[in-house]
Nanobody, 120 residues
Framework: QVQLVESGGGLVQPGGSLRLSCAASGTIFSIYRMGWYRQAPGKERELVAA???????NYADSVKGRFTISRDNAKNTVYLQMNSLKHEDTAVYYC??????????????WGQGTQVTVSS
């Protein structure tokens, strides 16, 4: 089994910063993709940023230049540094991790979600 534990959400003023973390633990053979999604009230869940095992990244247009995704492969942890936060960044943020339990058995898991609220 693999578990994901998210941390780092909270309340921040517009223009502020937050850093989210998501750590994977358990029986892990390899992780090939880690990402962050968010879901605002009344909206569908959307991709914020993702990073491959090789370090390639992609971002939603709305966060480019403000958010940075990174990963520590030794710790099986993905981070999302969020700067210059805006009201419209308010949402529940979920990490998503895709990998292998063993050489041929894949998994894809969601974190429990962490609330990010941008408000003055």
């Amino acid at each position: 089994q693999v578990q994901l534990v998210e941390s780092g959400g909270g309340l921040v003023q517009p223009g502020g910063s937050l850093r989210l973390s998501c750590a994977a633990s358990g029986t892990i053979f390899s992780i090939y993709r880690m990402g962050w999604y968010r879901q605002a009230p009344g909206k569908e869940r959307e991709l914020v940023a993702a990073i491959s095992s090789g370090g390639s990244t992609n971002y939603a247009d709305s966060v480019k230049g403000r958010f940075t995704i990174s990963r520590d492969n030794a710790k099986n942890t993905v981070y999302l540094q969020m700067n210059s936060l805006k009201h419209e960044d308010t949402a529940v943020y979920y990490c998503n991790v895709e990998g292998y339990y063993s050489e041929f058995n894949r998994f894809g898991l969601w974190g429990q979600g962490t609330q990010v609220t941008v408000s003055s």
